[in-house]
């Protein structure tokens, strides 16, 4: 079993940042591809970023290329999501989630992520 916890989310003024993170317990975290994901309020959740579990491979979703960065440290059994340039449609519940599959690429697919995080909120004022 993992257990991921999610921190970082919070209010925010358009056109700043936040990074979130996503702390994982277990000691096989480096076997396990990792996505962020969001749900806002009336809407389905939708991915957001994933990394692979080598780290070489990474999504990104249209809306939030060039503004989101996914990272992860293995060391620290964490994955980060840097927001930047945030907007108010980003505004939703941001969760993270891992997969156990050792898949080349990550997927994109929640119904592919074996563990979730409790989510943070994340608010974006215009």
């Known amino acids: 079993q993992v257990r991921l916890v999610e921190s970082g989310g919070g209010l925010v003024q358009a056109g700043g940042s936040l990074r979130l993170s996503c702390a994982a317990s277990?000691?096989?975290?480096?076997?396990?591809?990792m996505g962020w994901f969001r749900q806002a309020p009336g809407k389905e959740r939708e991915v957001v970023v994933a990394i692979s579990w080598s780290g070489g491979s990474t999504y990104y979703a249209d809306s939030v290329k060039g503004r989101f960065t996914i990272s992860r440290d293995n060391a620290k059994n964490t994955v980060y999501l840097q927001m930047n340039s945030l907007k108010p449609e980003d505004t939703a519940v941001y969760y993270c989630?891992?997969?156990?599959?050792?898949?080349?690429?990550?997927?994109?697919?929640?119904?592919?992520?074996?563990?979730w995080g409790q989510g943070t909120q994340v608010t974006v004022s215009s």
């Open positions: 989630a891992a997969d156990r599959r050792r898949t080349v690429v990550a997927s994109t697919r929640a119904g592919e992520y074996d563990y």
């Open positions: 277990g000691r096989t975290f480096s076997n396990y591809a």
